[in-house]
């Protein structure tokens, strides 16, 4: 039996001339200055700063500057539309396109020296070197380091470990002997380093301290308490211990007090400090906002005219070599390169100033005195709208751009957020609803910490009324946990 089937497949196409400038819309102040470099190199018919010779034009009024080579038939950018899902992946896109940081691995930055540091499992291994072991040992002890993972744990069981030495390094042993060299390692700074587990990374801490009465009571409560301290369940323990609330906050102090992540202090200085260049800069002059686009995001760039003469050269030359066509292929290739490039350049300005123009006038309220709570309800559709341009233009800038403001830098997208009704009917800022729910958290008796169905209360009775899921959802995006795991004593 035969079936005809009809599928229609909308997708929408773009030229790489456009998706080559929405990149360059989406990269933040130091990655750009990159993708200028990487076009410097690549091609030559494209300098910058101005020329000294007669050449006074602006460098982006591009009108007629290539009127002299127009009519030869070169080779063009292949403008054949394509798929923009298949051009915009992550494979296709270099990750310092993407983030949403001002720091890039490719920057150059030789103006901030920045110490060596050992690595996390590099110390590890020197610390070995102080202990008398066979090499039998050395080498299960080195093996055991190697699986420690960036925080500090190794994350497997000793008959996996037996196993893999076996497989994989031809290291014959046994349970008993991997155990016994586990706790050399657990010997080795930081304290904690090599635990399977939480509550053995926290007991080897303890382990470590000088003992007291406290120190000791944590210790019982980990060995055997453990899930009743997870939970917070302070009334048991101290039902359990026969022991004051204050003996108890002691022993609790000093859990709190250790690192659970005994491997993240090296993970942290693994990358030199990342340094936010803000892209936009907003001052109050005469009690007016004044906007200007970062001076790095505007290059001096022209075409060159030593290309230009090559053109002009081969145009007035009677006898034309076979090799002299392949060359003036080449050659205006890379001006129309050029000329495009310096074009995208300018539309870049035009678009990131025309976007972040208008995210200023819509909150101008808030940039005016920086009440956080003057923030106006705002989505990506909004501006686009004001400034006739596609929403996901609007979220490139949004996504990667800082800018300067009286107040700190602040990320873009942080100004966006929806709306809701308070209850005189009027639109206000989930921004401003997270920032009351957060005061409300700080400020509440930590011994009794509020359940979301109250928090729910108290906002409707500061006029905004909002429902529990609601409530805990924002509590989530505010890293706030649940009331049980708030409660201190």
């Known amino acids: 039996m035969l079936k005809q089937n009809l599928q229609l497949k909308l997708s929408q196409k773009l030229s790489p001339q456009q998706i080559q400038l929405m990149k360059l819309i989406q990269l933040p102040t130091q990655a750009f200055e990159q993708r200028l470099k990487e076009e410097m190199v690549e091609n030559p018919a494209l300098e910058s700063g101005n020329e000294e010779s007669d050449y006074e034009k602006d460098e982006f009024d591009t009108q007629d500057d290539y009127d002299d080579y127009d009519d030869y038939e070169g080779e063009r950018i292949?403008?054949?539309?394509?798929?923009?899902?298949?051009?915009?992946?992550?494979?296709?896109?270099?990750?310092?396109?993407?983030q949403a940081n001002n720091y890039s691995d490719d920057d150059e930055d030789r103006s901030m020296p920045f110490a060596a540091s050992v690595s996390f499992h590099q110390s590890l291994t020197d610390q070995l070197n102080t202990f008398?072991?066979?090499?039998?040992?050395?080498?299960?002890?080195?093996?055991?380091?190697g699986s420690i993972?960036?925080?500090?744990?190794?994350?497997r069981s000793i008959p996996d470990i037996v196993d893999d030495m076996a497989f994989t390094q031809g290291i014959y042993t046994d349970e008993a002997t991997v155990e016994r060299i586990l706790?050399?390692?657990?010997?080795?700074e930081p304290a904690g380093v090599g635990a399977r587990d939480l509550q053995e990374c926290l007991l080897l801490q303890l382990r470590a301290k000088t003992p007291t009465q406290s120190v000791e009571l944590a210790i019982d409560i980990l060995e055997n308490q453990f899930d009743a301290f997870t939970k917070k369940h302070y009334d048991k323990l101290l039902q359990r211990y026969d022991i004051t609330q204050e003996q108890l906050r002691k022993a609790i102090d000093e859990i709190e007090h250790l690192n659970p992540k005994p491997g993240g202090a090296y993970e942290s200085n693994a990358k030199p400090i990342e340094h936010v260049v803000p892209d936009f800069a907003i001052k109050i002059v005469d009690g007016?906002?004044?906007?200007?686009?970062?001076?790095?995001?505007?290059?001096?760039?022209?075409?060159?005219?030593?290309?230009?003469?090559?053109?002009?050269?081969?145009?007035?030359?009677?006898d034309k070599s076979s090799?002299?066509?392949?060359?003036?292929?080449?050659?205006?290739?890379?001006?129309?390169?050029?000329?495009?490039?310096?074009?995208?350049i300018r539309q870049r300005q035009e678009t990131l100033f025309v976007t972040m123009n208008a995210i200023m006038h819509y909150q101008q309220e808030y940039f005016l005195d920086g009440d956080e709570a003057k923030l106006k309800p705002m989505i990506l559709k909004?501006?686009?709208?004001?400034?006739?341009?596609?929403?996901?233009?609007?979220?490139?800038?949004?996504n990667s751009k800082y800018v300067e403001t009286p107040y700190g830098t602040k990320l873009i997208k942080d100004f966006f957020s929806e709306a809701m009704k308070n209850d005189q009917g009027e639109d206000v800022?989930?921004?401003?609803?997270?920032?009351?729910?957060?005061?409300?958290?700080?400020?509440?008796?930590?011994?009794?910490?509020?359940?979301?169905?109250?928090?729910?209360d108290i906002l409707k009775d500061k006029g905004y009324p909002i429902a529990r899921r609601t409530i805990a959802k924002y509590r989530e995006q505010l890293d706030i946990p649940v009331a049980r795991m708030r409660k201190k004593i």
Do not use: C
């Not at 993972?149 to 994350?155: A, K, L, P, T, W």
């Not at 706790?183 to 080795?188: A, E, K, P, R």
């Not at 090799?323 to 995208?344: C, E, G, R, T």
């Not at 989930?430 to 930590?446: F, G, H, N, Y």
């Open 288 to 318: 007016e906002l004044e906007l200007t686009l970062n001076g790095r995001n505007a290059p001096e760039l022209h075409v060159s005219k030593d290309y230009q003469e090559m053109l002009q050269s081969y145009k007035d030359s009677r």
């Open 429 to 456: 800022s989930t921004i401003e609803i997270k920032k009351i729910l957060r005061t409300v958290i700080e400020e509440e008796d930590k011994r009794k910490p509020l359940p979301d169905d109250k928090l729910a």
């Open 323 to 344: 090799a002299q066509k392949d060359a003036v292929q080449f050659i205006k290739q890379k001006l129309d390169s050029a000329k495009w490039f310096i074009d995208a």
């Open 183 to 188: 706790h050399i390692i657990h010997q080795l």
């Open 382 to 398: 909004d501006i686009a709208d004001m400034i006739g341009l596609d929403i996901s233009t609007v979220s490139r800038v949004a």
């Open 78 to 98: 292949d403008a054949d539309e394509i798929n923009i899902d298949e051009y915009l992946s992550d494979d296709e896109t270099p990750s310092y396109k993407l």
């Open 132 to 145: 008398i072991l066979a090499e039998n040992e050395r080498e299960i002890a080195e093996f055991l380091v």
């Open 149 to 155: 993972d960036d925080m500090g744990y190794i994350r």
